[in-house]
């Protein structure tokens, strides 16, 4: 099994009568479990069809983004900080645009 889970599973487990075996990660190994942990929630996003479970997914997602700045010794308003200095150079989404190829200048033809 072996997986990174919010720190109340192991008592939720105990409350439903079972055993959980857990293990306290540090270091490369936490990092490591983090980033597995994050594939875990795009992918469940990704497979997520309603609304409500669209929502719940992402919060997911921001909770190990949350654990991952703060491993970093950053916090979710760095990223949140970061985010909006990126939208303001880059834009958003909001225009929904695919680029579909660059063609070269006329110029370098």
């Known amino acids: ?14 409350a439903s009568g079972r055993i959980p075996r857990v293990t306290t990660l540090a ?3 936490y990092r490591a479990a983090l980033l597995d942990k994050l ?12 609304t409500d479970a669209v929502i719940e997914e992402a919060a997911d997602i921001l909770e190990v ?18 985010a909006q200095r990126k939208r303001a150079e880059k834009g958003g989404f909001d ?10 200048t006329p110029a370098s033809r």
């Open 1 to 14: 099994m072996g997986k990174l889970v919010r720190d109340k599973i192991p008592d939720i487990i105990r």
């Open 27 to 29: 270091g490369g190994p």
């Open 39 to 50: 594939r875990e929630e795009v992918d469940e996003l990704i497979a997520a069809h309603r």
């Open 65 to 82: 983004l949350v654990a991952i700045a703060g491993e970093r010794g950053a916090s979710v308003d760095t990223i949140a900080d970061t």
């Open 95 to 104: 225009m929904r645009l695919r680029l579909d190829g660059v063609d070269p």
